[in-house]
């Protein structure tokens, strides 16, 4: 993508104000402008996604829900195992990025892809269960993360695996062996990540342990574009819901 492009995406992080009356309506003001040049921008800032979806595993005619899936590019990440599963949902608020998320599936032929326009924190696939449930840089924007975190673990089937990969600070004293930020980057990244309804939590990491059996946690920074010394803190999870 151009300069131009990402100039398009730095405006509506940091410039353009976000109109709205419900979350919705949000997600949607902040993203609309902004979708055409959506993924180049975000490769470079959302790191880890790859590795994670790698990391999760394909179950044979398994169903799998991508929760603020957005564009539907994390699917991606799945290549040609993609057909092994009997469906995918790309579920968002922001219809604007649904729409690419549709036509990427269109293009690739992926029959078993469907995007649709839900809430995180109440969507039940047609199924009634699934195997696995990905959240990428999405809890983040959910306002009741907590929620979506449980009714994830809802859905998924006994043994299904939760795989969340986010923006995130310590907190002050974190327990076992996590990793602890110092107080710039505890205070300054929620309140810059802030500005756009972007909210890294210290709870994060804790919840999903608390809920899950912990398979795999990374704890790591990323490179933000046009910042060269800048390195933001995200991590990893994947977790494994109780026979």
Sequence with gaps: MSFASDLKVIYHLAFKPVGGDNHAQRMESFYSGQADAYDSFRKRLLQGREDLYEKV?????????DLGGGTGSNLEYLGDGIKRLKKVYVVDLAG?????ATERAKAR???NVEAVEADATTFVPAEGAADVVTCSYSLTMIPDWFAAVDQARTMLRPGGKLGVVDFYVSRKHPGGDLRKHGWPTRLGWPAWFGMDNVFPSADHIPYLQRRFETE?????RAKVPYMPLVRTPYYSFIGRKAE
């Design 109 to 111: 032929g992926w029959d």
């Design 96 to 100: 604007s990025l649904l729409k690419v």
């Design 216 to 220: 795999h946690l990374l704890e790591d």
């Design 57 to 65: 595993g394909i179950p044979d005619d398994g169903v799998w829900v």
